[in-house]
């Protein structure tokens, strides 16, 4: 079948053929978001599970820095030595079905949120203005996305804190909501808050930044996908190791509140205060190295993907607001 530029011979087949290019309708509302949504989950879940050792190993650094002090290669071995390679995939399920979860609010919710700013403002002022709608649509849909994360991120910082607690994410999730409560699962929602809400504001700000000053020297237009998907990768790299820098602290302080259950009595603003006063600002940043590592490689590969899902499932029908 002919291109739409080529011509084939008949100027009336010609007018149709590029007629039919121009008014080819795009997906829009249900149909779309829900496109975003799967491409979101796809690629958050890929990542996450991918690197689940490097965040077994983060998060014994942040929870026993005493014994594994020599940063993450050191904490490999440990690992390896003590419990054997198989600890390294230790709350894979959760981190899976987890993320599988956030990424659908995360970027699904980015999306509507960025549209719904533009129906709002209209797309001459949400341009001028785009930083303060890409902060604002990122944070309202990680908050939504943190719901649906917080009970299995509770139960992967469980099972890797305490290696022995349950055999996977099944008997886990079951084990903590019979002995502990609905509550257990939500102990660290504060700091998940905290750390993931900066994390994702930072995360789609410097991601569209980067690409914008990018995509003004070389047209987004002129270039191919494979040197897209390079542009989403180097922009993701970027992105990935502001988020990781901004969030680090919440971060710390919810493995080290869903390390053990609190006692009687203490409720969860007690608890992170009593966390964050035995940290300080040096202990917070503890394991920052892996997390750099992990975040960058994982958010930069998060991007990629998600850009060359949404051509692949023909979710098309976004607005830009870029300049």
């Known amino acids: 079948?002919?291109?739409?530029?080529?011509?084939?011979?008949?100027?009336?087949?010609?007018?149709?053929?590029?007629?039919?290019?121009?008014?080819?309708?795009?997906?829009?509302?249900?149909?779309?978001?829900?496109?975003?949504?799967?491409?979101?989950?796809?690629?958050?879940?890929v990542t996450?599970?991918?690197?689940?050792?490097?965040?077994?190993?983060?998060?014994?650094?942040?929870?026993?820095?005493?014994?594994?002090?020599n940063g993450m290669i050191g904490g490999f071995r440990k690992?390896?030595?003590?419990?054997?390679?198989g600890a390294l995939l230790t709350g894979v399920g959760p981190t899976f079905a987890g993320y599988f979860l956030q990424g659908a609010f995360k970027f699904g919710g980015y999306e509507f949120f960025k549209q719904q700013s533009i129906n709002l403002l209209g797309l001459d002022t949400a341009s001028q203005y785009r930083t303060g709608v890409y902060l604002a649509s990122?944070?309202?849909?990680?908050?939504?996305?943190?719901?649906?994360?917080?009970?299995?991120?509770?139960?992967?910082?469980?099972?890797?804190?305490?290696?022995?607690?349950?055999?996977?994410?099944?008997?886990?999730?079951?084990?903590?909501?019979?002995?502990?409560?609905?509550?257990?699962?939500?102990?660290?929602?504060?700091?998940?808050?905290?750390?993931q809400i900066p994390y994702t504001m930072a995360k789609f700000v410097v991601y569209e930044k980067v690409a914008e000053a990018v995509f003004r020297q070389f047209p987004k237009k002129d270039m191919s996908d494979g040197m897209q998907t390079v542009v989403n990768l180097g922009s993701g790299?970027?992105?990935?190791?502001?988020?990781?820098?901004?969030?680090?602290?919440?971060?710390?302080?919810?493995?080290?509140?869903n390390k053990t259950k609190g006692l009687p009595g203490e409720g969860t603003t007690t608890r992170l205060i009593k966390i964050a006063k035995e940290l300080g600002l040096r202990g917070s940043y503890t394991g920052i190295g892996a997390r750099l590592f992990m975040v960058g490689t994982l958010t930069a590969f998060q991007f990629a993907?998600?850009?060359?899902?949404?051509?692949?499932?023909?979710?098309?029908?976004?607005?830009?607001?870029?300049?």
Not at 79 to 85: D, L, P
């Open 1 to 45: 079948m002919a291109s739409p530029t080529q011509s084939t011979g008949s100027s009336k087949v010609d007018a149709i053929v590029q007629q039919a290019a121009v008014t080819k309708p795009q997906l829009s509302g249900a149909a779309l978001y829900s496109r975003f949504a799967l491409a979101g989950a796809v690629c958050c879940s």
């Open 48 to 69: 996450h599970g991918a690197l689940t050792p490097v965040d077994v190993v983060k998060t014994r650094i942040q929870l026993d820095p005493a014994t594994y002090n």
């Open 79 to 85: 690992v390896i030595q003590s419990e054997g390679a």
């Open 138 to 195: 990122s944070a309202a849909a990680e908050f939504f996305a943190d719901i649906a994360l917080c009970p299995l991120e509770a139960t992967r910082i469980r099972l890797v804190s305490e290696p022995t607690y349950a055999s996977g994410l099944v008997s886990g999730f079951g084990k903590m909501l019979k002995t502990e409560g609905v509550g257990a699962f939500y102990a660290g929602f504060g700091p998940i808050l905290f750390k």
């Open 237 to 257: 790299l970027t992105a990935g190791f502001a988020a990781a820098i901004v969030s680090q602290p919440a971060d710390t302080m919810l493995s080290k509140i």
């Open 305 to 323: 993907i998600y850009g060359d899902l949404k051509k692949a499932l023909g979710a098309t029908g976004g607005v830009e607001i870029s300049k």
